[in-house]
């Protein structure tokens, strides 16, 4: 059943699959294995930014296609169901309305800019997508009565999400049940069923076809794959999910902005999450993730401490000092990319062969 579930893509090594586990059953029990609001946030982003980081990873490791548009999609979900919220109201129906407008839009630009542009060369088609998510970005500011410009729009959920529902009058294992815990459940389960998803979609036949194009792109067409229409299929399928993790994303935040969803830092952070993993492999998606949110979020708190722990040596505080946090992250991920060229998953399936 579990070789079912997974598509018959096993981890192949006994490490690996032990991370991927444990990962799973602490996203699983998060609110009860790590009680607190900052936790349950750290919990919700890597869940979203899973889906977010897996459906580039589809693209660049798999298709071989450099896309620089991947925060254009996810943008659109966030801006489409916000905007709905704003005016609606927060009722089902607005994050309905506005899911399906924003996929169905995305499927279009997915559409136009694969037909039109797969055809060219690789850094060609990379800069065609950085052009149009550019485009799109500077929309979003301009439209200041539509979605607020750099501000941004705030809006209300429906209450079965709001913290403020109880779920259940008495406490869970210690824990509240209420609104923000049912949303982070919601989160999690949809995330949980579409990363299924994308493992059965990249161990399909139609998987193995976009592995043979990234190989060799002649060779592929010569065997009468039509290489356009299969890249433009998997440039679609993955604008559907990034767009979803957007619609994730602007129910959790009960905000939509430029900087939480259109950002050019957001695309830089799930290519390094994809590397870090290991690209070509969705548990390296997972694994880029979990390093990449934990590092930003706690590694300052981190440094504080070693700052505090070494006040008494010389330079050492002012190296480990909160605020170079991001210096300390680019030694990481150099160091990783150093001794994990092919990705943590590339590494731990090396060793176990």
């Known amino acids: 059943m579990i070789n079912t579930l997974l598509s018959g893509d096993r981890f192949n090594s006994r490490l690996l699959g032990a991370i991927i586990i444990s990962i799973l059953i602490c996203l699983a029990f998060a ?27 589809m693209l660049l490791g798999y298709a071989g296609i450099v896309s620089f548009a ?18 609606m109201g927060g009722e089902w129906a607005a994050i ?40 799109v970005m500077i929309l979003a500011s301009q439209l200041h009565g539509i ?48 990363f299924l998803t994308m493992l059965r979609i990249v161990n399909s036949p139609f998987g193995r076809v976009l592995q043979a194009i990234r190989e ?4 592929a067409e010569a065997l009468g794959y039509q290489v356009v229409i299969y890249r433009t299929v998997a440039f679609c399928l993955s604008a559907i ?9 602007g129910v959790w935040l009960k905000y939509t902005g430029p900087d939480t969803s259109f950002s050019f830092t957001i695309m830089v952070d799930i290519l390094l999450m ?9 548990y ?17 708190d981190l440094m504080a401490i070693g700052a505090e722990a070494t006040a008494n040596i010389p330079i050492l505080p002012e190296l480990l000092h909160p605020d170079r946090w991001l210096l300390w992250l680019g030694l990481l991920f150099i160091l990783s990319v150093y001794y994990f060229p092919k990705g943590v998953v590339g590494k731990l399936r090396g060793v176990s062969s």
């Open 31 to 57: 609110p009860f294995l790590f009680p607190g609001t900052r936790s349950l946030e750290v919990a919700a982003r890597i869940c979203i930014f899973i889906l977010l980081a897996g459906s580039f990873d």
């Open 96 to 135: 309905f309305i506005g899911s399906i407008l924003a996929i169905l839009l995305s499927v279009v630009l997915a559409l136009l800019i694969g037909m039109l542009s797969l055809r060219v060369k690789a850094i060609f088609f990379a800069m065609i997508t950085l052009a149009v998510a550019s485009f």
């Open 284 to 300: 390296g998606a997972v694994i880029g993730v979990v390093a990449m949110i934990m590092a930003q979020y706690y590694l300052k």
């Open 70 to 87: 991947h925060t254009m999609f996810f943008g659109i979900g966030a801006y489409g169901v916000g905007i709905a919220l704003n005016n």
């Open 147 to 194: 979605t607020g410009g750099e501000d941004g729009i705030t809006y209300k959920i429906p209450r079965l999400f709001s913290p403020a529902f109880k779920l259940f009058d008495d406490k869970i294992l210690g824990v509240r049940f209420n609104g923000k815990v049912v949303a982070y459940y919601v989160v999690f389960f949809l995330s949980l069923i579409l």
């Open 274 to 282: 994809v590397v870090i993993g290991g690209m070509g492999s969705m």
């Open 241 to 249: 999910i990034a767009t979803i993790a957007g619609i994730e994303m």
């Open 216 to 219: 060799n792109e002649f060779r």
